[in-house]
Antibody
Framework: EVQLVESGGGLVQPGGSLRLSCAAS????????MHWVRQAPGKGLEYVSA????????YYANSVKGRFTISRDNSKNTLYLQMGSLRAEDMAVYYC??????????WGQGTLVTVSS | DVVMTQSPLSLPVTLGQPASISCRSS???????????LNWFQQRPGQSPRRLIY???NRDSGVPDRFSGSGSGTDFTLKISRVEAEDVGVYYC?????????FGQGTKVEIK
């Protein structure tokens, strides 16, 4: 059974940093691109970042470029999102999702990031 | 970026009646390989998104056959033949043809 379990969310002050993790199981992690998608409270889905299966290619939404870094450790079956210079508008539930080519076929349960002083 | 526009944004429906959601893209979603990477997701209250339909009309495993997808080019539709109580939630279309992938605004389906 495919499972994606996010962790690392919490309360952080504006300007602070946080690292999210997504532990994957039930599939060959190193064969899939992985993505982060976020959802602000009461809002829709927003694409944040993506990484290729071997980590060689990455993508960032303009809203997070230069502040967030996506990475993965295929030996640990884990996806990461290092978030810095956090702003109030970054407050959201962050989901990791597996990409099966041109869509997301599995999603985690999400982890909440709250940015507030 | 490709803009995905859904309508309506709110859809009150009567149990057992059909429902239809439209999704339009600002560019054709036909990829160079001939496929059209238009997907539909369901997000029930308090849950993560779940994919229902991929490549316009293919249902994911476990998705009831009352859900169907259709369309081509820039115009797509998700239909629920007979709405059940468990169908309440927000439905999103998403394109995976052009980078970056983009989502529609979401359509909230509720029971009248």
């Amino acid at each position: 059974e495919v499972q994606l379990v996010e962790s690392g969310g919490g309360l952080v002050q504006p300007g602070g940093s946080l690292r999210l993790s997504c532990a994957a199981s039930g599939f060959t992690f190193s064969s899939y691109a992985m993505h982060w998608v976020r959802q602000a409270p009461g809002k829709g889905l927003e694409y944040v970042s993506a990484i290729s299966s071997n980590g060689g290619s990455t993508y960032y939404a303009n809203s997070v470029k230069g502040r967030f870094t996506i990475s993965r450790d295929n030996s640990k079956n884990t996806l990461y999102l290092q978030m810095g210079s956090l702003r109030a508008e970054d407050m959201a539930v962050y989901y990791c999702a597996r990409a099966d080519g041109y869509s997301h076929d599995y999603w985690g349960q999400g982890t909440l990031v709250t940015v507030s002083s | 970026d490709v803009v995905m526009t859904q309508s309506p944004l709110s859809l009150p429906v009567t149990l057992g009646q059909p429902a239809s959601i439209s999704c339009r893209s600002s560019q054709s979603l036909v990829y160079s390989d001939g496929n059209t990477y238009l997907n539909w997701f369901q997000q029930r209250p308090g849950q993560s998104p779940r994919r229902l339909i991929y490549k316009v009309s293919n249902r994911d495993s476990g998705v009831p056959d009352r859900f169907s997808g259709s369309g081509s080019g820039t115009d797509f539709t998700l239909k629920i033949s007979r709405v059940e109580a468990e169908d309440v939630g927000v439905y999103y279309c998403m394109q995976g043809t052009h980078w970056p992938w983009t989502f529609g605004q979401g359509t909230k389906v509720e029971i009248k």
